[in-house]
């Protein structure tokens, strides 16, 4: 790459979002000046650590495994038609500045933060990455492989998504966490049981392996009934059935987060002293390097992604993070595949937090909350709407007695719905009522979720980010306060054109013998430059210019386009290389015996 290519790069979404959020952050700072108020230095580029050169968001996502697992769905790798890594990486950005202004706050010395496009790709994929490096890989099996090909031509055909059809041409996307609904939901489309019951597994996966190959059955059932009939038989078995769009845009933009203050504060003795909380925090990490939060406690209560990833966030930023748990521990501990007899998804998000089991539909179990609590500094969850509230322990019912305590939920749909009952808070419907789902695919694909956790993950870490902005806020004013945001929420943050854009052969991964490559902004742009590259000459269609690259191997084209002074990068089809390639080394740490799976290095580096 030449130093003029490089130069040209910036990654002004992730800059726009970084702003942004930090903006909203200030808005609930005092109108003072001093170490709590400035917003401390932050640089976010493209590649980070890692040692390639990465000149846009789609060579970070073809370097960084995002294609291959927004394509896993649809047959090979595929770009996201959206600038999501920027956007992860900007909520990186803002989240390390606010850290910081937290840290300074309190006495720390540290002073500007870097992070970077490639990080946030890396933190998007970290469960499927520590999925398929574990050292007990005995979970189901990968995409595309023999024993998963089971679904027929049509699931093939249609792609192993979700997504449904009407006889009269709508799109849908249905959800439901209980096996019994599902079953009684086919049922009531004219289907036996036993084969509604062969597309429970592949539906429930889909969360963790980005595809769902559903029975042709299945599929043909739906086809041959109207959106009503569907509608209908989801109202009756309690099933959330949400039509799939084409417009991109959001219906609503909420606010990233909402932060209300809590009651002025005042001395407190300690909650429940018969009730056993952790030890005193240390002071540094172990590591003796300090990081921003350390020093804080974040008491959680989640499940799934959202709000364990929020958690993560806060650990890998110093806080010291108890998990409460159900008695026997949280059920996702135990889905395969393992890694030192722990889920390696789970312990993606969970490595290194203690926990605490409390039964929560207990006056005891709520009590073991309420203890934990009052020597915390953050209290997150992710329940169901109407929870907290049902079982006492609502920002409402905590905030009085400890008014320092900032008070995180996060939520699928937040207010999104009014007085409406909301469909299930989950990623793909979240997907499509945002307007993401049809704005993550060129406008020659139909419309649908990418089943890559998109808003899950994006939520988690605007859930973190609304958080360290009410340490700040408490920081300065010494006031907790509530903070609500919602996948529905971080998802309204995806920059999207007015229509979904419309891309030619020479937009998508191209074929060579060995693999895939994607080509550069100025390669795309010039399809001329390409064609004198491949030995052609005249007019050509970009599919046959397309077609000229199973001629040769990845690293070839590589080097010929580079000669000609055009950029493109390798795409990654097997997230496993990651933790061998040279070029990740800083980036992303190899399985080791304490978790027995790769992950991504903390994404910030501190200064």
């Not at 089991?357 to 179990?365: F, I, S, V, Y």
Request: hydrophobic share 45%.
């Amino acid at each position: 790459m030449t130093p003029h290519l490089r130069a040209a790069a910036r990654p002004d979404v992730a800059a726009a979002i970084a702003g942004r959020l930090l903006r909203h952050a200030a808005r609930d700072l005092p109108e003072t000046s001093g170490p709590g108020r400035d917003t401390p230095r932050y640089t976010v580029d493209w590649a980070g650590p890692v040692g390639a050169d990465l000149p846009d968001e789609r060579a970070v996502e073809a370097a960084c495994g995002l294609m291959q697992v927004h394509g896993r769905a649809t047959g090979g790798p595929l770009p996201l038609a959206v600038d999501y890594a920027s956007v992860v990486a900007g909520v990186l950005a803002a989240q390390g500045a606010t850290a910081l202004r937290v840290a300074r706050a309190r006495g720390l010395d540290l002073r500007e933060v870097r992070t970077s496009v490639a990080q946030g790709a890396l933190l998007a994929v970290g469960q499927y990455l520590a999925a398929e490096t574990a050292r007990d890989n005995s979970g189901p099996p990968e995409p595309g492989s023999p024993a998963a090909s089971t679904a027929g031509p049509d699931a093939l055909r249609t792609g192993g998504l979700a997504t449904l059809e009407t006889s009269d041409d709508a799109r849908v996307e249905v959800e439901t966490l209980d096996p019994l609904a599902w079953r009684e939901f086919w049922a009531r489309l004219g289907v036996a049981p036993a084969l509604a019951g062969r597309g429970w597994l592949p539906f429930q996966q889909r969360f963790a392996t980005a595809v769902c190959p559903l029975p042709d059955e299945l599929r043909r059932a739906a086809r041959r009934r109207t959106l009503a009939e569907l509608r209908a038989a989801a109202h009756h078995t309690g099933v959330s059935l949400l039509t799939v769009g084409s417009d991109p845009a959001p219906a609503v933009r909420p606010a990233a987060w909402c932060l209300t203050p809590g009651p002025a504060p005042f001395p407190r003795a300690r909650a429940h002293p018969d009730i056993a909380v952790p030890g005193p925090r240390p002071a540094v990490p172990p590591s003796g390097a300090v990081l921003p939060l350390t020093g804080l406690r974040v008491v959680e209560s989640t499940r799934r992604v959202q709000g364990p990833l929020a958690g993560h966030v806060l650990r890998m930023l110093g806080a010291e993070v108890v998990r409460i748990e159900p008695p026997g521990g949280d059920p996702m501990r135990w889905l395969p595949p393992l890694a030192g007899g722990c889920s390696a998804r789970f312990s993606a998000l969970n490595a290194g937090k203690p926990v605490v089991e409390a039964d929560l539909t207990t006056a005891p179990g709520r009590d073991t909350v309420r203890a934990l609590t009052a020597e915390a500094d953050v209290f997150l969850h992710n329940w169901a709407p109407g929870k907290a509230a049902r079982i006492g322990l609502d920002a409402s019912d905590l905030l009085p007695g400890h008014p320092a305590l900032v008070y995180a939920w996060a939520s699928g749909f937040g207010d999104a719905f009014g007085d409406r009952p909301p469909p299930l808070g989950t990623d793909y419907l979240a997907q499509v009522h945002s307007g993401l789902a049809a704005a993550v695919r060129p406008a020659d694909q139909p419309p649908a979720p990418s089943l890559m956790t998109l808003t899950d993950v994006l939520g988690g870490l605007v859930c973190a980010q609304g958080v360290l902005a009410a340490l700040a806020a408490r920081e300065a004013t010494g006031r907790g306060s509530r903070v609500d945001s919602s996948l529905v929420s971080a998802a309204a943050l995806v920059p999207r054109p007015a229509h979904r854009p419309r891309w030619t052969a020479l937009d998508r991964p191209l074929r060579t013998v060995d693999g895939h490559l994607y080509l550069g902004p100025e390669a795309r742009a010039c399809p001329e430059a390409v064609l004198r590259v491949a030995d052609g000459a005249g007019p050509t269609a970009a599919e046959d210019l397309a077609a000229r690259f199973a001629r040769r191997t990845t690293e070839e084209w590589t080097a010929r386009l580079a000669e000609a002074g055009l950029t493109a990068t390798p795409v990654l089809t097997d997230l496993t290389a990651l933790a061998r390639d040279p070029a990740f080394r800083a980036a992303v740490t190899p399985p080791d015996p304490s978790t027995g799976h790769a992950r991504p290095y903390a994404p910030w580096e501190f200064a």
